[in-house]
């Protein structure tokens, strides 16, 4: 036995010798914390500090504390590395830590000064982020001072295959020493200069022993610091972990290391302890995407705690390389299925949404898209916003502008009271280049003038602190202040974890914390390893290596000893990963191949879907609009529309619904329609009666044209239609002009009978009515039925089986109505089609025609109607027989077919 217990009586003070020990664990040893806590703080606990790499770890001492030593009224002091020397440096040195988005800005202010046009370019928002790294990295790798004339030396001799990468780092070098000198003039110091800093203000700590826990790795800048404690505190004991099982790149570059600088900082008794458990359960599923994938690690919890009545949530841990890409997801997911969660890191300012919808001012600004207008006039975040009327303005604009669009003219034409309040602050951004100081004032006046309100009250906090940290006199355009702006959310984060229940963290926050069932997701090729993720600038891994940086090895190194210790320190442990993220496909990592994959049993019963619209037929409401007097009052178009869709019949005519469509530019036939129906009307006013000559023709195609333009300007006048869309519509004006150029020829001679006429006719059980576009007659008596189209379909065959089967009625019906109407033989009526769409398709008719040799088949149809009339009356809900057109329906998600 190395220890002695603690049940006995305790040593005296003059017994105890001072005592520096290095304890060595296999990583698969179960409650190393524990062992630490009963071993080890038995003496004196509240003259001891405990010191873990990260407030994770400290936080599961403290509930493993607790449970170990349930009558201690105080724990012993805990720190992180950083905690400590932060409390020492603001307490004793004279110097204040400069924040990061202080320090960003101060970067961009010197890279402007100084005129560096190699590095700045047009993006000094990513250029002052690599600076920044490459001045992060260059003090971590620097132990006892920085030699900036070495470090020029060394890169100047390296044989570079591109000159211009050599004289951008030369000239980062040079911004580093500028800021160097900033920070001494105003007193101020990087995060990374604290451990320096605080190495010398140990002397004023009064701990008398030091625990040490989960230091696998310490940087050259914090061991000054580290040293410095070691040679202050008397009883210190250093809990380490190595064994057989770690790769030869793990222990050369990391673990050997550290314990190379601990052997050197001083006098070390190292003691080994052999395994106390069996190797850790291992398993791998896949899921088809990364939703499917968290409810799946949220299923195997739920299963793991049925099975283990003793379990509780703090037995679990999920841990994610990609922290911020799950973060939402999870949070979303395990609060569906009442899992408790703390998520650590707490909150990343750039992923808000609450501050997504406020900065949509000014991407609406300079787009002018109406989805980016409707989150902004629809947030619960921004109260000034009435929100029944963005209601009332969402449906009305989705019907005025559903296939022309929304534009910049659309917005600064309408009225609406929401609207009118984003264009008062619209007045209010300034052009040109601006201070930093006058675009962060504008930002305060769209958060009243909105009415900002986050849902989380730490998010303004810490969204105010970073304006406030960006004051400068920096001049940027609104476009390099926003890339600026979002580059500083970038570097801030709300950190202390948000919710109690199980621990969800990225890997960094994991280490050293045991559980009895730990997740590892979204365990791809693209996340493990992991990319660089910083902006920074190309160094040589050779370079890299020399200057201690961070080079391709160690990086893949720490990857490589994160799965393991990951692997070992936990009982169970489960590594997923979605197929699909983001629209492309993923592999498992590199790490996890030769690791089986394990499957979810999927349950033998499918629990019903919540359906999102239900239907409910109301046969009264038809009967109430259509057949008020007992018979079915129909016109052509809505019988169409009936035969073939009962269902989207019943939801655009009966209940009148509206799908939401957002507005975009698209082929608008009821626009075209509209409009050359009009157009038409007028320019054949007057003429109904008379034969239409072939000397008439050019004369009604010039009148036509200009009709149709002047129309065309007239829609816009009137806010029917945006700018643009009317020069989309003016475009076509000459292919509309050119096609009736085409047809009206082939009709000189025929006396125009009538035009736009509206016709009626009753039969048993029905009144059938409809408007007939235009009507001829040649000098023999035969009439010609025209329709006249705008869309870009192909016109129907109207042969009987199209008729019946497909319900192509309407010129059909057109024509055997008149023909009733008016006792005309079937012989004399004809069909035809004006297609004034606006292909320029040399293959396509401008007109069709159709015989009425085509049409024998319509003696049938007073029978035909009489009977569907009867059939349709009776109808107890609208649910097709063999609709056709489903893939484009828009009402195929709601539609009862699939059940028919």
Not at 423 to 437: D, F, H, I, N, T
Not at 701 to 710: D, N, R, T, V
Request: net charge negative.
């Amino acid at each position: 036995m190395f220890f002695r217990m603690c049940e006995g009586p305790y040593e005296s003070q003059a017994e105890r010798q001072p005592m520096k020990e290095i304890i060595i664990f296999p990583f698969n040893y179960r409650n190393k914390t524990e062992f630490l806590i009963n071993r080890h703080l038995c003496r004196e606990p509240l003259k001891t500090l405990y010191m873990a790499p990260h407030l994770g770890k400290i936080r599961d001492f403290k509930i493993r504390y607790s449970v170990c030593r349930p009558s201690e009224a105080l724990l012993p002091a805990t720190h992180s590395l950083k905690t400590l020397a932060t409390e020492l440096v603001e307490r004793f040195s004279g110097l204040r830590i400069i924040g990061e988005v202080e320090k960003y800005m101060a970067v961009i202010s010197i890279l402007k000064e100084s005129g560096t046009g190699r590095l700045v370019g047009n993006n000094i928002s990513g250029v002052a982020l690599a600076v920044m790294q490459f001045i992060r990295d260059i003090k971590i790798s620097s132990g006892s001072g920085i030699d900036l004339p070495g470090i020029r030396k060394k890169v100047s001799g390296y044989d570079w295959k591109f000159a211009y990468n050599l004289d951008i780092l030369l000239d980062a070098l040079g911004v580093m020493e500028e800021y160097a000198g900033f920070l001494d003039e105003n007193g101020l110091m990087d995060t990374e200069d604290i451990y320096g800093k605080a190495a010398a203000c140990v002397g004023d700590i009064a701990w008398n022993n030091l625990l040490m826990e989960g230091f696998y790795e310490i940087p050259e800048y914090q061991r000054a610091f580290v040293k410095a404690l070691f040679e202050k505190v008397e009883n210190i004991t250093f809990s380490f972990c190595m064994d057989q099982g770690v790769s030869p790149d793990v222990r050369d570059l990391i673990l050997d290391r550290t314990l190379a600088f601990l052997e050197e900082a001083g006098d070390w008794q190292k003691k080994e302890i052999r395994g106390n458990g069996c190797p850790g359960r291992e398993e791998c599923y896949n899921f088809s995407s990364q939703p499917e994938e968290v409810k799946g690690i949220a299923g195997l919890i739920s299963a793991f705690l049925a099975s283990n009545p003793g379990a509780s949530l703090n037995d679990i841990m999920v841990v994610f390389p990609s922290m911020l890409q799950y973060r939402p997801v999870v949070r979303r997911i395990f609060e569906r299925y009442n899992l408790p969660c703390e998520i650590i890191p707490g909150y990343s300012l750039s992923r808000d949404p609450s501050i997504s919808t406020l900065l949509d001012f000014f991407v609406f600004r300079s787009s002018f898209d109406w989805e980016v207008l409707m989150d902004m006039v629809a947030s619960p975040c921004l109260k000034n916003m009435k929100n029944e009327k963005a209601a009332e303005f969402s449906a009305r604009s989705r019907e005025m502008f559903e296939r022309t669009g929304f534009h910049r003219d659309n917005f600064f034409a309408s009225g609406d009271p929401n609207l009118l309040v984003i264009k008062s602050l619209m007045e209010k951004v300034p052009r040109g280049r601006q201070p930093c100081a006058a675009w962060i004032d504008l930002v305060y006046t769209i958060i009243e003038k909105l009415g900002w309100e986050p849902g989380i009250p730490e998010v303004r906090y810490s969204f105010e602190k970073v304006l406030e940290s960006m004051r400068s006199p920096v001049a940027f355009t609104v476009e390099e202040f926003l890339s600026v702006l979002m580059k500083s959310f970038g570097l801030i984060d709300i950190q202390e974890g948000r919710g109690h229940g199980i621990k969800v963290s990225g890997v960094l926050e994991s280490v050293g914390i045991e559980k009895k069932l730990c997740f590892v997701g979204g365990a791809t090729d693209e996340n493990m390893p992991q990319a660089p993720s910083v902006e920074e600038i190309f160094i040589p891994d050779a370079i890299k290596s020399d200057l201690g940086f961070t080079d391709y090895r160690l990086r893949i190194a720490r990857e490589r000893f994160d799965i393991y210790r990951l692997r070992s320190e936990n009982e169970h442990v489960i590594f997923t990963y979605p197929s699909k993220m983001s629209g492309s496909n993923r592999m498992k990592s590199i790490f996890l191949f030769g690791l089986e994959e394990s499957f979810t049993e999927e349950d033998l019963f499918i629990p019903s879907r919540k359906e999102i619209f239900k239907h409910s037929f109301s046969r009264q409401k038809f009967i109430e609009r259509f057949a008020p007097s007992g018979r079915l009052e129909i016109s052509v178009t809505q019988l169409e529309t009936l035969l073939r869709c009962p269902f989207r019949f019943y939801l655009e005519r009966v209940e009148k619904l509206k799908v939401y469509n957002k507005p975009e530019v698209g082929e608008s036939p009821d626009i075209w329609g509209t409009l050359i129906h009009g157009v038409m009307e007028k320019t054949f006013s007057g003429l109904v009666g008379r034969k239409i000559l072939q000397g008439d023709c050019e004369e009604l195609a010039s009148l036509f044209e200009k009709i149709l333009s002047e129309e065309i300007v007239s829609l816009h006048e009137n806010g029917e239609i945006s700018s643009f869309y009317m020069d989309v519509m003016k475009m076509r004006t000459g292919e509309v002009t050119n096609k009736f150029r085409d047809i009206l020829p082939v009709h000189a001679g025929s006396r125009l009978a009538g035009i736009e006429e509206e016709i009626s006719l009753e039969l048993d059980g029905l009144l059938l009515k409809g408007k007939i576009d235009r009507i001829e007659e040649k000098d023999d008596g035969s009439v010609c039925i025209i329709d006249i189209k705008t869309g870009t379909s192909n016109p129907p065959s109207y042969t009987g089986q199209d008729f019946s089967t497909r319900h192509n009625i309407q010129l059909p019906l057109y024509i055997w109505m008149y023909m009733k109407k008016h006792s005309i033989d079937p012989g004399f009526v004809s069909g035809s089609i004006w297609s004034f769409n606006f292909r320029e398709d040399p293959k396509v008719k401008n007109e069709t025609f159709y015989k009425p040799s085509k049409l024998d088949y319509l003696e049938g149809t007073e029978d035909y109607l009489v009977k569907k009339a009867e059939k349709i009356l009776g109808m107890a809900d609208f649910i097709p027989d063999m609709p056709e057109g489903c893939f484009s329906c828009q009402y195929k998600g709601m539609c009862p077919y699939e059940k028919n």
